[in-house]
């Protein structure tokens, strides 16, 4: 396709955002709930789970899971926590294996049926390296805060789960010690 050839990575996510708007004609949040007036809703109506994963196998292996739980306070509000694993594996550098783990916090909120904001507090626990003294490198672990901002788009299947794409801005990223390349992280991830 003409268009995706394109290196502009923003066009590609209007376009993705725009196609999956097209393909999505009936919108519900996260978890379906429409709470009757007077009627409490049970707590196992209002939950949600979901999270990602990834895979990948050759010069550098990387495995990751990161499970979460939701919960919607109200018709378009919700807040949950989530865990976080990764394994990275450098095959062509001797004994360059290392783990992070951490656990995260976040609010999210429908601004339309399929559009929302998002905002989450993680931790990671990560392994850092230093030169100490001069020529001696030190490896320890540390654990890097990350707060991200931004929002998302939710493609339902049925109204229990389905699809999120989020684009969010990490605004306590130091490229000293975080894990990921750049502020910016684009995820996508699934509900049920």
Do not use: C
Request: overall charge neutral; proline content about 5%.
């Amino acid at each position: 396709m003409w268009w995706w050839k394109n290196k502009n990575i923003i066009t590609k996510i209007f376009l993705l955002f725009f196609t999956l708007g097209l393909i999505s004609y009936q919108g519900f949040s996260q978890r379906a709930y429409f709470p009757e007036e007077g009627v409490k809703t049970p707590l196992n109506e209002r939950l949600y789970f979901g999270g990602n994963f990834g895979l990948q196998f050759g010069s550098i292996t990387y495995i990751e899971a990161s499970p979460l739980v939701g919960l919607m306070m109200t018709e378009r509000y919700s807040v949950g926590l989530g865990a976080t694993y990764r394994y990275l594996n450098y095959k062509d550098i001797p004994n360059a294996k290392s783990s992070i783990y951490g656990g995260k916090v976040f609010n999210r909120y429908n601004l339309l049926d399929n559009l929302f904001a998002h905002a989450e507090l993680e931790t990671l626990n990560v392994e850092l390296v230093r030169e100490d003294p001069p020529g001696e490198f030190v490896f320890y672990r540390e654990w890097v805060p990350g707060l991200f901002l931004g929002g998302g788009y939710f493609m339902p299947f049925g109204n229990r789960g389905g699809l999120n794409f989020s684009i969010l801005y990490n605004v306590l990223y130091d490229n000293q010690k975080s894990p990921y390349n750049e502020p910016y992280v684009i995820r996508a991830g699934f509900v049920f």
